[in-house]
């Protein structure tokens, strides 16, 4: 936990443009109330802040990379969507469980997989329901690939061949002569 707490905070946080910059600022004001909104709840519900949790930069809407640790399962920054640098690091016993987690959510945008068994990974994937699987990265993009999610996670798919879905409409024509 903490070398994953050190990583966080090594990263420079900046404008995107700027080379030495690792994070840039989230969209708006209203985006980091509402990530700082989740950290706290997940604090008021029995989770451990390890790093972050806060936006101390005097310009810009940043947000700290913020870990927490022994969030309870029910609470929002286990179950929701909070799009902001937050990662909330649970233990496990067994792959089940992880699947139970990652699946056990009204969401499935994406999901990350950090492991050196790939072989395990290769079982894990399928079982995950999200519309994009990371593995031993996270938020790498490829414009060539479909990306979407699952659930409540929204509908369709941008980028890749799968895009035109969005701008078509298919049309069924049967004459019987």
Not at 99 to 107: H, I, W
Not at 132 to 156: E, R
Not at 159 to 176: C, L, N, P, Q, W
Request: some cysteine; charged content about 20%; overall charge neutral.
């Amino acid at each position: 936990m903490q070398a994953l707490a050190n990583i966080a905070n090594s990263l420079r946080l900046g404008p995107g443009l700027e080379a030495d910059t690792d994070m840039g600022p989230l969209v708006s004001h209203r985006q980091r109330k509402r990530v700082a909104g989740y950290v706290q709840a997940g604090v008021d519900a029995g989770a451990q802040l390890v790093c972050g949790g806060n936006a101390d930069l005097p310009r810009g809407h940043f947000f700290r990379p913020t870990v927490l640790a022994r969030a309870p399962e029910t609470s929002s920054v286990v179950q929701e969507e909070i799009f902001g640098p937050v990662v909330v690091a649970l233990p496990y016993d067994d792959i089940d469980e992880v699947v139970g987690r990652a699946n056990g959510t009204p969401f499935g945008l994406a999901a990350s997989v950090w492991s050196n068994d790939l072989s395990r990974v290769h079982r894990l994937v399928p079982r995950i329901k999200a519309g994009t699987i990371w593995v031993n990265c996270h938020n790498l993009l490829d414009n060539a690939m479909p990306f979407g999610g699952f659930k409540q996670s929204g509908l369709g798919r941008e980028m890749g061949r799968a895009v035109f879905d969005h701008y078509t409409e298919t049309k069924s024509v049967m004459i019987a002569v």
